[in-house]
């Protein structure tokens, strides 16, 4: 039997209508079974998992929470960590099956150098090497065993985000683009997920669920609206 494929994804308590869309984007179009798990900060913390106060840099409540996947997966096996403010256009089985015993974790590469300094309810816009590198990653579990709750609780955001608990870079895969479109930073895309476009949209500046920013990327910022109102409508 085909075992689920493991996703967790990053909650925000402002973005709940993000991460309801992207869930339903993400069974709707996959043809393997998912085990999605969301990563909520108060059902870590009741755990005993997260107990790290908030940094005045931190835009999200899971800005580090999302390095507790190996820990969480005991250090067994692959998994896919995502951030909410994502919309899933394709097969999420494509992405599952790019997963490469060479490397602790793959994800896309980007070089993002922010221009702005403001993003999303004006949370502060931090610009570091390997920016938005973690926003999606496929773990392999069990060479991350250095991402403890002790060291994720203490360690650095640069060193969590900048992948310092690995040996190097050379345990860093990189994945195509198209699993990490970061919207309204990188050209619209002109093609669909079906003719090779972008698979995973990711509105990093905030996306059209915020009022102020119910535009963004303009036709990407559409179609989120689209895939929002066929999910509202499976509940008619």
């Not at 580090?64 to 899933?88: E, K, N």
């Not at 994800?107 to 999606?136: D, I, M």
């Not at 990327?217 to 109102?229: K, N, Q, S």
């Amino acid at each position: 039997m085909t075992q689920p494929i493991p996703i967790f994804i990053g909650v925000d308590p402002r973005e709940r209508a993000a991460v309801t869309v992207l869930i339903d984007s993400l069974y709707q179009h996959s043809s393997a079974p998912l085990a999605i798990t969301p990563l909520v900060t108060p059902q870590l913390e009741a755990q005993g998992l997260y107990w790290r106060a908030r940094d005045p840099k931190q835009s999200t409540a899971f800005s580090f929470s999302r390095f507790l996947v190996p820990h969480l997966m005991d250090y067994r096996g692959w998994g896919i960590f995502m951030d909410c403010d994502m919309l899933c256009r394709g097969d999420i089985a494509e992405l599952w099956a790019l997963r490469d015993e060479r490397y602790a974790v793959l994800c896309v590469q980007h070089e993002h150098v922010p221009a702005e300094t403001r993003k999303f309810q004006g949370e502060v816009q931090s610009a570091y090497p390997k920016k938005n590198w973690s926003s999606l990653i496929l773990f392999q579990a069990g060479r991350c065993t250095a991402l403890t709750p002790d060291y994720v609780n203490t360690a650095t955001g640069l060193d969590l985000h900048r992948f310092h608990w690995l040996a190097g870079d050379h345990e860093i895969g990189a994945l195509p683009d198209r699993w990490n479109h970061l919207v309204a930073v990188q050209p619209p895309p002109q093609r669909s997920a079906g003719e090779g476009g972008p698979v995973l949209l990711h509105w990093t500046l905030g996306g059209p669920w915020f009022r102020e920013q119910r535009t963004m990327g303009e036709a990407l910022a559409a179609e989120w609206f689209a895939a929002r109102d066929a999910a509202s409508r499976l509940w008619e």
